[in-house]
């Protein structure tokens, strides 16, 4: 038990500070993820950051902190049965294993040799799937995976595997980018809440319900309020800070979100948050960054 809790420890700290992976290890991870999932005739596909960097560059992007792979429940013979052979395969192998809920998902974390493989066991909803930070993907770019070479062996990618990657990372894919790429996510979703979520006045009024909405305050470098700040969360709409610096909204459940904060002064990309209903978060920025922090949030 606390080779397991030292373990999950381990996954936390490498979620929170995102160093970046050794190539070469990763390398033989993910095929040694391909010999799990081919041994057990279960499909899987190169997703986000992987996918990207299999396709634009031809190798793992050399910053990037993990593996994203994803497969489809209800498509190419995958189901929720599948999910636990997989995950004892692993095991069995010495990887560490964790089971979890992301945006309504099955997530499978699976660690070794300190790289974290990120596994997310999707649902097509209403024609599309949801990609992190709720980017909606249609479904028939999963439909026909495609296959090709990296990294001396073959892998699937959805099809075509360009217009994937413009949906989620805007048009601007092909150029390379290790912080603000985030912004670009969230600017090249449409305005307002993703379709599937509440609308803005569903989410007024759950808002109003005990322990259904969060507030997060802005606050400037000094500690004084910024009024008017604007609070964007990706895939669930823009909120106003009042007088004191505090902005409520919905939250559906304690998950990561990404967000945007500006200013009249600036602005910042968060993209990866920690929040949960019936908190109350404080942002400050740091005169000395402006790109690339995660999970920066206090609890006031």
């Known amino acids: ?33 391909k010999e799990v999932f081919d041994g057990l005739g279960v499909v899987f596909f190169l997703r986000q950051g992987t996918c990207l960097g299999a396709i634009r ?7 990037d902190d993990d593996i994203d792979i994803g497969s489809i429940v209800g498509m190419h013979g995958f189901n929720e049965g599948c999910i636990e052979p997989v995950a004892e395969a692993f095991r069995a192998r010495g990887f560490h294993v964790r089971r979890d809920q992301v945006e309504g998902e099955t ?8 790289i974290r493989i990120d596994w997310l066991c999707l649902r097509a909803r209403q024609g599309h799937i949801m990609h992190f930070p709720g980017v909606r993907l249609p479904i028939r770019l999963f439909e026909e995976l495609k296959e090709i070479d990296f990294i001396g062996t073959h892998f699937l990618v959805p099809d075509p595997p360009e217009e994937y990657l413009a ?16 912004g670009d996510v969230i600017r090249n979703m449409p305005d307002g809440p993703t379709p599937g979520h509440p609308g803005r006045l569903k989410q007024r009024l759950l808002a109003r319900l005990p322990g259904r909405s969060a507030r997060l305050r802005v606050i400037d470098r000094d500690g004084a309020p910024l009024s008017g700040a604007k609070i964007t969360i990706a895939g669930w709409g823009a ?28 602005e910042e990309v968060l993209y990866e948050e920690q929040m949960a209903p019936g908190k109350t978060y404080v942002y400050r920025p740091d005169a000395a960054v402006s790109s690339g922090r995660i999970f920066i949030l206090a609890t006031e």
């Open 107 to 114: 997530w499978l974390g699976i660690m070794k040799n300190n």
């Open 1 to 33: 038990m606390t080779e397991h809790r030292n373990a999950d420890a381990a996954m936390d700290h490498l979620t929170r500070t995102t160093p970046a992976m050794d190539l070469a290890v990763a390398q033989e991870l993910l095929r040694e993820v």
């Open 239 to 266: 909120y106003r800070t009042n007088k004191a610096g505090y902005a409520r909204f919905y939250l559906p459940r304690n998950d990561v979100f990404a967000l945007i904060i500006e200013d009249k002064d600036r």
């Open 167 to 182: 949906i989620k990372y805007g048009p601007n894919w092909m150029t390379p980018k290790r912080l603000d790429y985030g």
């Open 57 to 63: 560059d031809d190798a793992f992007i050399a910053w």
